[in-house]
């Protein structure tokens, strides 16, 4: 949909798949801030924590953000082949929120399953839909192998998941995603999707800051509530690795869904280890040549982290201003799709 005050360009139609999750909560958050997308589905996958939380998570931030209008399905308790040997509660809190308890939303899940409702949404969009996949990648391998026609739609899918020099964040060799289901992502990071790998590379070096934390938490209670949500997981990056901030993964994934070029890539060839050995879950990203394959991956390899973490910071400071405004959807005309 396209309202007069805001930019003429049709919003571009976006789907985000989560698992929330911290990071994800403020990817989420920053895709309904952001008047360049239309966020037409949020679709629900098992990963940081068990599926019925990362669903109740969803509906949650959504309500929180004023958008209980935005479709929510549900998607896959578990990885494809192997079970996920361990989730992040450590990480997102054993809810997958921080600890924070936000109110429940009134709005309930689609009926339909998260593949259906990608699928008919994907087919029936006379534009190409972006596709954020930001957790394990078992919803979208799904896709493919029962929906391969309406996969083929996707105009884009940017992928937060693997790394090409940065080792793992869950093990040595593996990025959390694509360890939680490498079955998922050989097929997904394999197949000819026109994809994005936004990974460890540029998500490490892009750092959420105290003081960034603070400006959108100055902003409203929308900003208070994240900022809030954030605090574990600060916590365990101060213990972990001694920083003062927080590395927010799938925001990063999710600015360049938004922004397109935000990141510097190139076409790589990645193949994921799905062995079962210490390597489990490894993206063997191929840096020898730019790859001409049609499977090849736009690997992001580079990135202006300030300027990420900007985007990031200055977008969420926005969104209780705009959720005073225009709180629920705007109906402003005929959606683009
Ligand atoms: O490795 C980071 C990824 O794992 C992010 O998507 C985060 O939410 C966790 O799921
Ligand atoms: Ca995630």
Redesign the pocket.
């Known amino acids: 949909m396209h309202c007069l005050d805001e930019p003429v360009t049709s919003p571009l139609p976006l789907v985000i798949d989560?698992?929330?999750?911290v990071?994800?909560t403020l990817?989420v958050l920053l895709a309904l801030a952001s008047p360049e997308v239309d966020l037409r589905l949020v679709t629900t996958v098992h990963?940081?924590v068990e599926l019925e939380r990362t669903t109740e998570n969803t509906l949650r931030v959504l309500h929180l953000a004023g958008r209980a209008d935005v479709p929510v399905a549900v998607g896959a308790a578990g990885s494809l082949v192997h079970p996920q040997p361990e989730r992040a509660g450590h990480v997102h809190g054993a809810a997958g929120l921080g600890g924070v308890a936000l109110p429940p939303s009134p709005a309930s899940v689609d009926r339909r399953p998260a593949v259906v409702a990608l699928a008919e949404l994907l087919m029936s969009s006379p534009v190409p839909v972006t596709v954020a996949a930001?957790?394990p990648l078992t919803n979208i391998a799904l896709l493919l192998h029962v929906f391969p026609e309406a996969a083929s739609r996707i105009g884009r899918l940017v992928v937060?998941g693997g790394s090409a020099t940065r080792g793992g964040n869950v093990t040595a060799a593996a990025e959390?995603?694509v360890w939680a289901d490498p079955e998922a992502a050989q097929v997904v990071l394999g197949s000819t999707l026109p994809t994005v790998m936004v990974g460890l590379d540029v998500t490490l070096p892009t750092v959420l800051g105290e003081a960034g934390i603070a400006r959108f938490a100055a902003a409203g209670p929308i900003g208070a509530q994240a900022a809030a949500i954030l605090q574990q997981y600060l916590a365990h990056a101060r213990a972990a690795y001694g920083t003062r901030g927080v590395v927010v993964?799938?925001a990063l994934a999710l600015t360049e869904a938004i922004a397109p070029g935000t990141l510097t890539t190139v076409r790589r060839d990645v193949l994921v280890d799905t062995g079962p050995g210490p390597g489990r879950g490894q993206t063997l990203v191929d840096r020898r040549t730019v790859s001409t394959s049609p499977t090849a991956v736009e690997v992001a390899e580079g990135v202006d982290s300030a300027a990420a973490v900007e985007f990031l910071v200055a977008r969420l400071s926005t969104l209780d201003a705009r959720t005073r405004q225009h709180p629920g959807p705007r109906d402003c005309g005929p959606r683009n799709g």
């Open positions: 989560t698992d929330p999750g990071d994800d990817a990963g940081n930001i957790g937060m959390f995603n993964h799938d």
